[in-house]
């Protein structure tokens, strides 16, 4: 068998670093899927878990191409120690990820808190095989590896899409758990209820100064009457003053 180049070698080692990451988590997803009680939720973790398997398969067939063999191992090599260490490691870290949902499930106070732990144990893992595919795609593209830059590439947007859906998830599910185990009286108002009672608040106001300008029109139309009124009579008054008047003057000239 030729000896590998410096450039293979590395790449083989990153590409094995992310097999071993992605078949670990075929376990963990596979436990997680079973504890989930959201159907979004549990039909996106059946899809992702899809992807996983697809990735690994992927990996597998570029390090062949490479003239390496899939490993989960920290780092590839044909020393024995390194192998059979590199064995161990793969096998705790399946037990690991086996035990990760009965775990948090045991942990959890309600349904919601069980699967927001999951959430975050996924969201952790995204994070970590955005990384591996970051770094596998610089590498590849450093040292002229088409082929491996773009599979890389394309499974980092994966990764990157199912962490978009984890943080969304993690928002509703934290508010679940809000709703589930904290009294009304000790959570934030909504938006909502403030607004209702702003508005509400507004509409007592606004009734008010309608009152009050309708009052003071009230007034105002009384007191033009009152004045109206008070006038007339007076002229009344006058008018009936130069009649007495006139009348007077009459009888004297006539007598």
């Known amino acids: ?21 992605e078949k670990e988590l075929e376990t963990a997803l596979q436990a997680h899927i079973s504890l989930t009680t959201r159907d979004p939720y549990k039909k996106r973790l059946k899809d992702h878990l899809k992807e996983t398997k697809a990735q690994a398969k992927g990996i597998e067939r570029r390090i062949k191409q490479l003239g390496g063999k899939a490993e989960a191992l920290p780092t590839p090599g044909p020393d024995v120690v390194a192998e059979a260490a590199g064995a161990v490691q793969s096998v705790a870290n399946k037990v690991v990820a086996a035990a ?38 610089a590498l590849a593209t450093a040292v002229g590896d088409r082929d491996t830059a773009k599979l890389a590439k394309e499974f980092r947007k994966q990764e990157e899409r199912m962490a978009s859906f984890l943080e969304k998830t993690i928002d509703q599910l934290t508010k679940e758990v809000v709703k589930q185990e904290v009294p009304s009286a000790q959570r934030a108002k909504s938006r909502s209820s403030s607004r209702r009672k702003s508005s509400a608040r507004s509409s007592s106001s606004s009734t008010t100064r309608g009152s009050s300008s309708r009052a003071s029109t009230k007034r105002g139309s009384a007191s033009r009457s009152t004045s109206a009124k008070s006038t007339s009579s007076s002229s009344s008054k006058r008018g009936s003053s130069a009649r007495k008047t006139t009348a007077t003057r009459s009888r004297a000239r006539k007598s």
């Not at 180049?5 to 992310?18: P, S, V």
């Not at 732990?117 to 994070?127: G, P």
């Open 1 to 21: 068998m030729a000896e590998l180049l410096e450039r293979d070698a590395k790449l083989i080692q990153y590409l094995n670093e992310a097999y071993g990451k």
């Open 100 to 137: 990760q949902g009965p775990l948090h499930g045991v942990r959890g106070t309600g349904e919601a808190e069980k699967m927001l732990k999951n959430a975050k144990t996924e969201y952790s893992d995204e994070a970590e095989e955005i990384a591996n595919y970051r770094a596998i795609e």
